[in-house]
């Protein structure tokens, strides 16, 4: 069973900044892109960045110029770090490997992102 397992999230105070890790088994990592999601309350979960193999990157518009996703495919890990965080920004945050023509997708539990004054 595949397991991704986040973490890194806590409370911040708006402007600061958090970095995320998600961690997979180093046998699908290295061959899958990742995308990190986020979940906010009583609203549906929304990509907020991805990266493929090939370390080419998206992003939501709202997270553009304050989120980077990288990875280090030694550690099979995905990183999330997040600047100038908004309250907007609160949510539960989440590790996805997406659907391909011959595999499911797989997710995370989740890590909690809180920005609050």
């Known amino acids: 069973q595949v397991q991704l397992v986040e973490s890194g999230g806590g409370l911040v105070q708006p402007g600061g900044s958090l970095r995320l890790s998600c961690a997979a088994p180093g046998s699908i990592f290295s061959k899958n892109d990742m995308r990190w999601y986020r979940q906010a309350p009583a609203k549906q979960r929304e990509f907020v960045a991805g990266i493929s193999t090939g370390g080419r990157t998206a992003y939501e518009a709202s997270v553009k110029g304050r989120f980077t996703i990288s990875r280090d495919n030694a550690k099979n890990t995905v990183y999330l770090q997040m600047n100038s965080l908004k309250l907007e920004d609160t949510a539960v945050y989440y590790c996805?490997?997406?659907?391909?023509?011959?595999?499911?997708?797989?997710w995370g539990n989740g890590t909690q992102v809180t920005v609050s004054s």
């Open positions: 996805n490997i997406p659907r391909t023509l011959f595999t499911r997708d797989y």
